[in-house]
């Protein structure tokens, strides 16, 4: 989606992928197979760039460091680090001046002795590395359940769950010349641990909203970004924001802005890699995004195609696992008319 986004701005997308058929081929101008971690791979690659930036966070810090060597690279390698490593992204965070869930690192299981009295139950262990959509993450109940744990992924984040009102997110972007620019806050909901649904705006107060947008700005500054961010927040209970992770990327929570702005999160995240001026984020519709993951939601596409209102993005993968993203459909409103009760198996004929 970003190569479509950059091909709309006249340029020609070289990627790196270590799959000749990858999905973004099919919409690239050209590919060099290799490894994300492959020295010559990398190099052959910058030998056809401008400037790199990336989509996801699972490739090698010390790939980027090579190619930051040779070309510009956005958003830089230490942000990658950053949100690759949740110790180290929540010490950022905290030292950042952010508000984030009580949290310890547990490297050993002596670490895990103390979180009872440190941060207490219910908690979530986490891994630091590789976690998406809910994989290497524990739920602790209590402290039978602690005790129960054994053969733990080490090193490990402890959070204490958050009673939270919901889960938010915010899309920034920061150009070359340090211009901001913000998304509408979006409302986020899960299904076993998978973004399930997004709308957009969220059902909040516009004084929290900005607050969580000057969040979001704030870390984009501090970080010293220059592309796009997803930025995940809970609004606990209590009334409080607290930033739960952040993405330095396109996000699947900001899926929304393809269909309901002028201007989508990918060709915001192109335009500041490239150092074209950024436009306001604006939304001229409300949103709702509804994931389609795995092969029962596929079964709904023709139904989704027959149905008005709805925007099919497909992503082009070619076996449609079960947990897996296989794309999502957007449905518009007027600005004011998202419906309080979505009736979201009216709207769309998924899940019936």
Not at 163 to 185: I, K, L, N, P
Not at 230 to 258: C, K, Q, Y
Not at 299 to 315: E, F, K, M, N, W
Request: hydrophobic share 40%.
């Amino acid at each position: 989606m970003s190569a479509v986004a950059a091909s709309k701005l006249g340029y020609r997308v070289h990627i790196l992928d270590p799959v000749a058929d990858c999905p973004a081929s099919e919409v690239t101008a050209s590919i060099t197979l290799g490894s994300y971690d492959d020295p010559q791979a990398l190099r052959d690659f910058a030998a056809h760039c401008d400037v790199v930036t990336f989509e996801f966070e699972n490739i090698s810090a010390e790939g980027l460091t090579l190619l930051e060597a040779l070309r510009p690279v956005r958003p830089a390698g230490d942000i990658l680090r950053i949100s690759q490593d949740r110790i180290i992204e929540k010490t950022r965070l905290t030292k950042a001046g952010v508000r984030v869930a009580p949290w310890r690192s547990v490297r050993s299981q002596d670490d895990l002795d103390g979180l009872a009295e440190e941060i207490g139950f219910p908690l979530i262990l986490k891994t630091t590395r590789f976690g998406y959509d809910g994989k290497g993450q524990f739920r602790v109940q209590t402290a039978s359940d602690l005790a129960g744990l054994s053969d733990l992924p080490y090193p490990l984040v402890a959070e204490k769950m958050i009673d939270f009102e919901r889960e938010v997110s915010v899309m920034v972007v920061r150009g070359q010349d340090g211009t901001v620019r913000c998304f509408d806050v979006a409302e986020n909901r899960h299904r076993d641990g998978i973004l399930d649904v997004t709308m957009a705006p969220a059902r909040i107060m516009p004084d929290l909203a900005r607050q969580a947008q000057d969040m979001a700005m704030k870390i984009a500054e501090e970080l010293g970004l220059v592309g796009i961010m997803g930025v995940e927040m809970f609004h606990a209970a209590d009334g409080r924001l607290l930033v739960n992770e952040i993405a330095p990327r396109p996000h699947n929570s900001g899926h929304w802005t393809m269909d309901a702005c002028l201007v989508d999160q990918f060709e915001m995240h192109v335009r500041a890699v490239a150092g074209l001026p950024l436009p306001p984020a604006c939304r001229h519709s409300d949103a709702v995004m509804h994931n389609l993951i795995g092969p029962e939601d596929m079964a709904c596409v023709p139904a989704i195609l027959a149905t008005d209102g709805t925007s099919l993005h497909l992503y082009g993968k070619k076996e449609a696992r079960p947990g897996r993203k296989m794309g999502h459909v957007n449905t518009i409103f007027p600005r004011g008319g998202l419906p309080g009760d979505l009736g979201l198996e009216d709207l769309l004929p998924l899940r019936r």
